[in-house]
């Protein structure tokens, strides 16, 4: 069903302008982050590259040099443990009888001390031993998103999220992982949505490089859709179709009754950067790389989302999509526009 809704945006004026609305590009991550060469953890994983020594410290120490950190019956039950298989990630530790949080940051400040990990290992917090560059990755994300973005990641913490945002700005992971209403699984969530899609945001960067004449392309990672859907800042905007969201939050537009899977939001994406392609071809190692990232985490998901249009004067339009995952909260929005 399309539906229209006119007056509202009527009255925000003439907008002139065929890329994307400030509305859309005020909540991406700051250009100096987007520029950062760092290296991020893109898996799922409790313990981050620069950090496997952590596991090296409880794998390989001696009794003795353990025993200098921990009490000596958690060393025994590691010790133990580690007889049968070394251990594989801080979960695997920390399923250990007697070791709990604290008992991983006396772990932690053993290794350090003997060079098992260095300043590239930011540290343990909420169960994840991350990367300088995860922690200040996941500091910016959380600094920088939108409100409607922070609840998206974390569907099932949203007294965390509502704290985050009202004591925001943080200035380290740890005082993110502190915070009233984040655990583990929250903090996870913030960790995973901060790094494991790099690659398609690399991916993201260079479509909207493309060069355009009187047409292209926009895509985002991160974004507000609820801004984009309420802000009241076009000429005209209509719904084509919505999923998984209730009919009061979109304009009483009732959804359709599936959400979206892993294909419907493959093939939005490759058709938008097929589009993209028409006049000049992308890299193909970051168009490669950035949809096997795509795949990886989309897979065997689902999402709730949008289909509409807009514009924002007579002599332009807009067709927009987005798409959230109902868990995880990785989200992604294309928009592709024409102009005379």
Known sequence: MRRYVGSAFLAAGLLVGCGPSETETSTQQPQEEQQQQGLFTETDVDVATE???????VNQASFNTLDAYLPSNVVHNLVNRRATSPFVSLADISSVPLVGPARLQQI???ARD????????????????????DAAALVSLVNSVSSTELHDILPYAWNGALNLRNQRPFTSADAIANTTGIAEVSFRNLRNAATLSRPFEALIAAVNNQPVSHGGVFMARHFDWWTNLHGGQFYNFQIDS?????????????????LADAAEV?????????ASERRVALDPNVKAAG??????LTEGRSFFGCYYGYSRDPWSGHSAAFFVDTVSGFSVYTDSYWVE
Do not use: K, M, W
Request: charged share 20%.
């Open 242 to 258: 919505c999923f998984g969201i209730e009919p009061e939050r979109v304009f009483g537009e009732q959804p359709r009754p599936y």
């Open 266 to 274: 493959r093939a939005e994406v490759e058709a938008t950067i097929a």
């Open 108 to 110: 932690e400040h053993g």
């Open 51 to 57: 950090c496997q020594g952590i596991l090296g410290f």
């Open 291 to 296: 949809l096997a990232n795509l795949y990886a």
């Open 114 to 133: 003997l060079n098992y990990i260095d300043v590239e290992c930011y540290g343990i917090a909420d169960g994840l031993a991350l990367s300088h560059d």
